[in-house]
C-alpha cells in the first residue's frame, strides 16, 4: 500500500501553523487578551489545573483584564498562579473579582516580543519543512516499491513543494501580522 497520503501532509502542514497561532495569541502586545492568561496554573484542590477551569477570564476594557474566580475559597490561589506565571501583571482582588491591569510595555520589550514571534514563525516553517521531508521520503518509497510511477511521483513532489509553499507563507504572515501588532500598539 502506498505511504504517500496528500490529505495527511496537508494536515500536518495545517497543524503546524495552527500551533504557531496559537503561540503567537499568547505574546503580549499591550492591549488585554484573555489568551495571555492560557499558560496559568493554578493551585486548587491538591491539583494543579489551568486558570480557565476554576475562573472565567474577560477584556471589560482594552487594558485590563478580570478574572472572576467560581470559588471565593480559591482567589488567592489564583492570585499567586497569576504572579508566578511570570507575565508582568499586577494582580489587584476585589471581593471574588481580580483585576489585572495591563503595564505599558517598553520599546525594548516590544523588540523582544516581535523577535519571539519571528522565533515562533521559524520553528513552525521547519515542522512545515519536515513535513515536506517525510512526504518526499513517502514518494520516493513507493516508487521504489512500483506502486507509483516516476511521473507521479514528480508530479507529487510538486504538489507537496506548493502545498509547503503555501503554509510557509501562512506562518510568515501571521508572524507580520504579530510583529507590526507588537511594534505599533
Partial sequence: MAKY???DIERRMQGAVESLKGDLSGLRTGRANTSLLDPVQVEVYGAMM???????VNAPEPRMLAVQVWDKANV????????????????????QTIRLPMPDLTEERRRELAKLAGK????????????????????????KKKEISEDDRKRSEEEVQKLTDKYVAE????????EKEILTQ
Fill in 5 to 7: 497520503d496528500k490529505s
Fill in 76 to 95: 488567592t490561589a489564583v492570585e499567586k498562579g497569576i504572579a508566578h506565571a511570570n507575565l508582568g501583571l499586577n494582580p489587584m482582588t476585589d471581593g
Fill in 171 to 178: 506562518a510568515d504572515a501571521a508572524a507580520a501580522q504579530k
Fill in 50 to 56: 489551568p486558570l480557565n477551569q476554576v475562573a472565567t
Fill in 120 to 143: 515562533y514563525a521559524e520553528n513552525a516553517k521547519i515542522a512545515i519543512r519536515n513535513v515536506r521531508r517525510d512526504g518526499m521520503e513517502a514518494l520516493k518509497e513507493d516508487e
